[in-house]
């Protein structure tokens, strides 16, 4: 029986992928934050262990000695400056951490969720073999994904088996943050505008299923972009408006418009201490089209690319649904 050790579990991929491993035999442990409540992953089947993520020496002791593969999903999304000393010590420091747990521990091979962000913001089509100018990228998040990753690409030099796996979009079933959000608006007709950019949207299915793929066939020390259909954010909400059988706007949003809501977003956080739902940073992210090549996770990793959009959106909805997230259909 092949062992895992999962980082994010909790998370939407994390809970994809830990369910998937235990589906497929794996023994799991999953790390906890001190104080996060397990049951439910024990009751999945998973060993619960507590650390926290940033500090190697208790990570290392949780770790199970020889593990096969170190899968490590957690992450800091947040677009908004006044989290970046916490997401530097999240993204940074507890991917150091995991890698030198890993070193110690003689991990077969550590598997790192990294993001499509590490590229940085690029002019051009974005794939595995163009540099990243991410390094003094203005947007935290960007930064501190490429920073993440040369923390495993030093432990990759000191002799520790690693590929890195860079999600585009990932929509599914699970999804309580990401485009949840603007399909709990649109449900609720209060979806103010469609900004102007575009990406690609993969299913969490798939991408599970990649990190499963990149432990047993990706080559070691190599990136993998997993990109799935492209398409633009009004094309998303329309789509998400056809499933619900709600209104969707039929045109983009200035990106002069939206630029002054984030700008006035974060003011009203500074008394509530929530992150605004516009930011300079996650304007400067929705309001651009993003190209890139996903062909190598395709071909090395049989990474399913294709999954329709409305496929994917449909399973969200129906999750949501069911979890009452949504007005009956």
Same mark, same amino acid.
């Not at 590490?118 to 595995?128: C, F, L, Y």
């Not at 998303?236 to 045109?251: E, F, N, S, V, W």
């Given at each position: 029986?092949?062992?895992?050790?999962?980082?994010?579990?909790?998370?939407?991929?994390?809970? $994809?992928?830990?369910?998937?491993?235990?589906?497929?035999?794996?023994?799991?442990?999953?790390?906890?934050?001190?104080?996060?409540?397990?049951?439910?992953?024990?009751?999945?089947?998973?060993?619960?262990? $507590?650390?926290?993520?940033?500090?190697?020496?208790?990570?290392?002791?949780?770790?199970?000695?020889?593990?096969?593969?170190?899968?490590? &999903?957690?992450?800091?999304?947040?677009?908004?400056?006044?989290?970046?000393?916490?997401?530097?010590?999240?993204? !940074?420091?507890?991917?150091?951490? !995991? !890698?030198?747990?890993?070193?110690?521990?003689?991990?077969?091979?550590?598997?790192?969720?990294?993001? %499509?962000?590490?590229?940085?913001?690029?002019?051009? %089509?974005? $794939?595995?073999?163009?540099?990243?100018?991410?390094?003094?990228?203005? %947007?935290?998040?960007?930064?501190?994904?490429?920073?993440?990753?040369?923390?495993?690409?030093?432990?990759?030099?000191?002799?520790?088996? =690693?590929? +890195?796996?860079?999600?585009?979009?990932?929509?599914?079933?699970?999804? =309580? $943050?990401?485009?949840?959000?603007? +399909?709990?608006? %649109?449900?609720?007709?209060?979806?103010?505008? &469609?900004?102007?950019?575009?990406?690609?949207?993969?299913?969490?299915?798939? !991408?599970?299923?990649?990190?499963?793929?990149?432990?047993?066939?990706?080559?070691?020390?190599?990136?993998? +972009?997993?990109?799935?259909?492209?398409?633009?954010?009004?094309?998303?909400?329309? =789509?998400?408006?056809?499933?619900?059988?709600?209104?969707?706007?039929?045109?983009?949003?200035?990106?002069?418009?939206?630029?002054?809501?984030?700008?006035?977003?974060?003011?009203?956080?500074?008394?509530?201490?929530?992150?605004?739902?516009? =930011?300079?940073?996650?304007?400067?992210? +929705?309001?651009?089209?993003?190209?890139?090549?996903?062909?190598?996770?395709?071909?090395?990793?049989?990474?399913?690319?294709? &999954?329709?959009?409305?496929?994917?959106?449909?399973?969200?909805?129906?999750?949501?649904?069911?979890?009452?997230?949504?007005?009956?259909?």
């Amino acid at each position: 029986m092949p062992s895992a050790f999962i980082t994010g579990a909790r998370g939407f991929l994390g809970g $994809h992928l830990a369910r998937l491993l235990v589906e497929q035999g794996w023994e799991v442990t999953a790390l906890l934050r001190p104080g996060s409540d397990g049951q439910a992953l024990r009751e999945a089947g998973l060993k619960v262990v $507590h650390a926290p993520l940033n500090n190697a020496t208790e990570l290392t002791l949780v770790m199970p000695p020889a593990v096969d593969a170190v899968f490590h &999903v957690a992450g800091n999304t947040s677009l908004w400056r006044r989290r970046r000393d916490q997401q530097y010590q999240d993204n !940074v420091m507890g991917t150091r951490a !995991v !890698v030198t747990a890993a070193l110690r521990n003689q991990a077969g091979r550590l598997i790192h969720t990294s993001s %499509i962000s590490a590229w940085g913001q690029q002019d051009g %089509i974005i $794939h595995e073999e163009i540099p990243s100018n991410a390094a003094s990228d203005w %947007i935290g998040y960007n930064r501190t994904k490429y920073l993440a990753e040369e923390e495993v690409r030093d432990g990759a030099r000191q002799s520790l088996s =690693t590929v +890195i796996l860079n999600p585009c979009a990932i929509i599914g079933a699970g999804d =309580t $943050h990401n485009w949840s959000q603007m +399909i709990s608006l %649109i449900d609720q007709r209060r979806l103010p505008g &469609v900004p102007p950019g575009g990406g690609n949207f993969g299913a969490v299915e798939e !991408v599970a299923r990649a990190h499963l793929a990149a432990w047993e066939a990706g080559r070691d020390g190599h990136n993998y +972009i997993l990109a799935g259909v492209e398409a633009s954010f009004l094309e998303l909400a329309q =789509t998400i408006g056809r499933l619900l059988g709600r209104p969707a706007p039929r045109k983009v949003t200035p990106r002069w418009a939206l630029g002054l809501l984030g700008q006035l977003s974060p003011i009203a956080a500074r008394f509530t201490g929530d992150e605004p739902r516009l =930011t300079p940073e996650k304007v400067a992210l +929705i309001s651009t089209r993003s190209r890139v090549s996903g062909a190598k996770a395709v071909q090395e990793l049989g990474f399913d690319d294709q &999954v329709p959009l409305e496929v994917m959106l449909r399973r969200c909805i129906d999750w949501m649904r069911a979890e009452g997230m949504l007005s009956a259909a």
